[in-house]
């Protein structure tokens, strides 16, 4: 195959733990040719959409663990897949984007996830769709409905639908001094959207991200376990990542939500869950597999370009 990855500047990733530089190593070990295109290449013009590519060659040094080799304007029919790899943040530019990918997809090109299903399913709100796995939950913008939900479960956790990496997010309790201002910063006064969940105390055992790859459940999870003193199961945040066998409660929500997402074109998903709760269904570009492989020696990264492999075939 001829896999076109649509990413952030290259230098800018961290190879040691970055899911979309293992999918390239992976594709490179399979013989697989991998280029590369940043998301402000992808244009329209005369009915086609295409992108400057780079041809990439990977190392096995995680410091210096690229070269790259010519460059030329493609059509994205002329790869065998694009995988569209750009991180957050989920905004209006990420959504024309998804318009260009898909005016890509009408003209023959293979795109993965599906662009379509990325911008229909926001990583907050789709855990809607599956009501029996989630915690008390509400998105709401006026702030007197926020305030009521605090009101009714005591202990809450407020995040925009827009946000990412842990940021934003705030634990609020019904007589928390703050909680005024904490709901009118949040809602910007209401003017934007908020989801709001009951707190889960076992966050403290960790956030677990549970892949699916193809709709099938991946045997280890990534466990985001908050540092002292934090609430947040985000790596960004400090959260540390510990590598774990998936329970019995993930394969439960993985046969439930995984054959639907698939067959929307969402080939590689990220469940988060909290205890037994899904809180987050990520979709642009989830993470995970390097920490899990290292940990673990389970082939993750391998399995995706397997999976991908199948799909264009």
Known sequence: MVLLFIIDPPEELKAYKDTTVAMMRAAQARGHETWFCSQAALHWSKSTVAAAATRISLTGDDQDWYRTHESSERSLRDFDAVLMRKDPPFDMEYV????????AERQGARVFNSPRAIRDHNEKFAIAEFPQFTVPSLVARAMEILQR??????KVVLKRLDGMGGAGIFVVRRDDPNRNVIVETISDLGTRSVMAQRFIPEI?????????IDGRI????????PKPGESRGNLAAGARGEAQPVSARHCEIAAAVGPVLAARGLLFVGLDVIGDWLTELNVTSPTGFREIQDQTGYDVAGTFIDALLSKVQ
């Open 149 to 154: 939900f605090i009101d009714e479960h005591d």
């Open 204 to 212: 403290a055992h960790g956030d677990k991200r549970v892949i699916l």
């Open 218 to 225: 991946v045997p280890h999870c990534l466990a985001r376990i």
């Open 96 to 103: 024309a984007s998804t318009w260009i990918l898909e005016a």
